[in-house]
């Protein structure tokens, strides 16, 4: 049951263009969408959130798009840096609910 | 900042022995969860904990499995009779705000390793 998906494994990005992740998602219950960061051996980070009242949501590098219309997010981080290379996962939880579903993860990396 | 502390980083168990993960969650923190990541594949939720007793569990979760909130800091996860695909890394994470918004902050993880 993949109510949360990221289709893409990889993306291989040449460092100071834009990165874009892309999410989708099936349960129109789900109203607050995150990313997290991952690197190897330690967990998952926060990165930034959306609520569905937002279609954007802006911090620093990174930017966060929800198209509820499509069930549809997207991260998109620029100017792309080394640092960035990491797996990022997009998560979702519905209102009332105290748990994130995850997908699957893709795997950035950041080329110099 | 505060943080999410967990042990052991990584245990290796012989199949069907009990294993106990532990977790510190983050102090002011109410509800606690269990997630696992087995490799390559995504992060999958176990079992949430709030006022001392399980508030939500997956199928994954079955009667192997137990939670437990001995004292006033730790949250453990406790593996009866482990089984080769019980092999992960098994997350705690504990729910907090961030700017306003419920945010789950994951420790660094244990790896279960189950030969």
């Known amino acids: 049951d993949q109510q949360v998906k990221q289709n893409s494994p990889s993306l291989s990005v040449q460092e100071g263009r834009i990165s874009i992740l892309n999410c989708d998602y099936t349960?129109?219950?789900?109203?607050?969408f995150l990313w997290y960061k991952k690197y190897p051996a330690e967990g998952p980070t926060f990165l930034i959130s959306?609520?569905?009242?937002?279609d954007k949501n802006e911090d620093g590098r990174f930017t966060v798009f929800l198209n509820k219309s499509a069930k549809h997010l997207s991260l998109h981080i620029v100017p792309s840096q080394p640092g960035d290379s990491a797996v990022y996962f997009c998560?979702?939880?519905?209102?009332?609910?105290?748990?994130?579903?995850f997908g699957q993860g893709t795997r950035l990396t950041i080329n110099p | 900042e505060p943080e999410v502390t967990q042990t052991p980083s990584h245990q290796v168990t012989q199949m069907g022995q009990e294993v106990i993960l532990r977790c510190v969650p983050i102090?002011?923190?109410?509800?606690f969860y269990w997630y696992r990541q087995i490799l390559g594949q995504k992060v999958e939720f176990l079992v949430s904990?709030?006022?001392?007793?399980?508030?939500?569990k997956s199928e994954i979760f079955d009667d192997q499995f137990s939670v437990e909130r001995p004292d006033g800091s730790n949250f453990t996860l406790k593996i009866r009779s482990t089984k080769l695909e019980d092999s992960a890394m098994y997350f705690c994470?504990?729910?907090?705000?961030?700017?306003?918004?419920?945010?789950?902050?994951f420790g660094a993880g244990s790896r279960l390793t189950v030969l």
């Open positions: 998560a979702a939880s519905a209102f009332g609910a105290q748990k994130l579903v």
């Open positions: 349960n129109s219950m789900f109203d607050y």
């Open positions: 959306i609520s569905s009242i937002k």
């Open positions: 102090s002011n923190h109410l509800y």
């Open positions: 904990f709030y006022n001392n007793e399980i508030s939500e």
């Open positions: 994470a504990s729910l907090g705000q961030s700017s306003g918004a419920n945010v789950l902050t």
